[in-house]
């Protein structure tokens, strides 16, 4: 081979390498080993990474505009790592994304067995912090539990934002206990500044603290996190669309349609800058903007809006209910009538985008009384 094609072939090879750093950005990387008494009855290393990656996904993935990170896992080889590996580089992406400050997490640990117990070591670390060392233990001989543990432990000290989401995910679908403890995972979240560049994040806990005060009735205090949650400008489009959503509902809650309007048209202009917004982002800006109008006296445009945002989300029974209620205080009992048919085929539960307090309480345009919703 002659220096030309083997100088070409090597540029290649770098430029792959390269490319696999720079869309590795914004991953969680997992290795697990696993001492050779465990993999003798079939739980090898891929086993428990694979474990503690699902239990990441699921922590993660729970809606929202903020973005999350994409998993990798030392078992799993992209045709990039079995190159790099076969040409002993294996260190060559981790020292790239570390030059060109790609945002990287890792985690490695060790999975243990002493006697009937199991014990999980990780060492999880970024570019922007000292290396953090957890150890997770379990009494019992739950080998699964101990992973889903490690993982939960690892994202409550590097992203307490979306374990809170995920437990008032499970919360606001029935389990009290998790509801309490996300509660109190925001709260200890938030005795802390917002990191540079992880504005949104903390936004989104601060929005969750407002959420919860609104589940035991105190408005005063979740207006106050709202504004907390949206007045940094660094947050995103999408973060600030959501913000003037909830703004919006506080507004009518205050009995105040004019301000409420106002932050209905604002909501709009912020989800037309939005990279990628939760696809119902733009009906639930109707449905609001809507009520926002009932409130004011003005029914036909809140007949058209609530339609509108029916239209956008047909399964959705939220749109409907309003509808529903508007059009019996109009007396138009047969078109109250056809929308309470098309409510008997709608979900029972919206709650789609969490962050949002129109998805999770009723509210009565007239009074601004809010009732949590139930299902």
Known sequence: MDLYTLGFITMALMGLVTSEAVLSANTLSVAISVPPAVEEIGFTGQTAEEIFAAEVKRIVDAPSTISRPSMRISSRKSVVGVVSDSLQLGGLTSAIQDAFGQETLRVTGALLKENDAYRLVLTVSDRDSIPIHLEIRRADNDVVAVLRD????????????????????????????????????????????????????????????????????????????????????????????????????????????????????????????AASPPWNLAAYIDLNEGLAAWAAGDTASAERLIARAEGKMPKDETPLVYLVQLLTSLNRTEAADAARSRLERSSAFSGEIPAMAISLFWIDPRTGATERRNR
């Open 150 to 273: 490690g993982a939960t432990a690892t994202f409550e000290r590097v992203a307490p934002y979306r374990v809170a989401l995920s437990r008032f995910l499970a919360g606001i679908k029935g389990d009290e206990a998790q509801l309490a403890r996300s509660r109190v995972d925001t709260k200890n979240a938030l005795k802390t500044p917002a990191p540079s560049g992880r504005e949104s994040e903390w936004a989104g806990l601060h929005t969750l603290d407002a959420l919860h005060y609104l589940m035991v009735n105190s408005p005063k205090e979740a207006d106050a996190a709202f504004r907390r949650a949206y007045g940094d400008p660094n947050i995103s489009a999408g973060a600030k669309a959501i913000g003037e959503v909830n703004y919006t509902f506080m507004a009518i809650n205050r009995r105040q349609p004019e301000a409420a309007l106002n932050h209905a048209r604002a909501a709009r202009e912020q989800l037309a800058a």
